[in-house]
């Protein structure tokens, strides 16, 4: 079955720790994104990326850190820098990142902070 | 700026409509959409317009959309239990600018269904 997939589900991070969240897609689709979400709230902007190789950052990428080496993987670090990482992560592709594509999500990992 | 604006909650009995409304400022905005989240899942993609449509209708689905008063609106006829989950509005500001698939989304409307 074609999808996102987001690993872990639940994840802990230590005071001053880097994590990392992963998200990988076979449905060959060239733009990814992620989100954040925090209870309340609609959707961030964190980072995005139409193509491997090339990201911009989104609307509260402070403390966030990804790549793009690969066209199916687009992995997602929460850096010691951001100092409220609790929160929900959802991460996202599209077909080419046009404005009228269809957006198809993972289902999320959560995390929190020891 | 863009901004999408929710109510927080709604709570329905089964079988009857839900209405779920949202406003959005960007008047350059040219698709809206409307996503389901179930608790601790991703966001489905549950129908979208676009601004120059009054309104679209899918199945149990009716989008209303009034761009003078930038208002749109999801009605769910008939709703049931299994409706119940958060239902975000979402917007493309400056599409066909640089902001290609970044959406704007509102905070979310929990939609509660009671038997």
């Known amino acids: 079955d074609g999808g996102i997939t987001q690993s872990p589900k639940y994840l802990f991070r230590k005071e001053g720790q880097n994590v990392t969240l992963s998200c990988e897609q076979n449905l060959n689709h060239d733009a990814m994104y992620w989100y954040r979400q925090d209870p309340g709230q609609g959707l961030r902007l964190i980072y995005y990326s139409q193509i491997v190789n090339d990201f911009q950052k989104g609307d509260i990428a402070e403390g966030y850190s990804v790549s793009r080496e690969k066209k199916e993987s687009f992995p997602l670090t929460v850096t010691s820098a951001q100092k409220n990482p609790t929160a929900f992560y959802l991460c996202?592709?599209?077909?080419?990142?046009?404005?009228?594509?269809?957006?198809?999500f993972g289902s999320g990992t959560q995390l929190s902070v020891l | 700026g863009e901004d999408v604006e929710q109510s927080l909650f709604l709570s329905v009995r089964e079988g009857d409509s839900s209405v779920i409304n949202c406003t959005y400022t960007?008047?350059?905005?040219?698709?809206l959409y409307w996503y389901k989240q179930e608790p601790g899942a991703g966001l489905q993609l549950l129908t979208y317009i676009f601004s120059n449509m009054d309104m679209k209708q899918d199945q149990r689905l009716t989008v209303l959309l009034n761009k003078k008063d930038k208002h749109l609106s999801l009605r769910i006829a008939d709703t049931q239990t299994g409706d119940s989950a958060i239902y975000f509005c979402?917007?493309?500001?400056?599409?066909?600018?640089?902001?290609?698939?970044?959406?704007?989304f509102g905070q979310g409307t929990i939609l509660t269904v009671h038997p």
């Open positions: 979402a917007e493309i500001p400056n599409a066909g600018g640089t902001s290609y698939g970044k959406l704007t």
């Open positions: 996202a592709s599209s077909m080419q990142g046009m404005a009228n594509e269809k957006l198809f």
């Open positions: 960007d008047s350059s905005s040219t698709y």
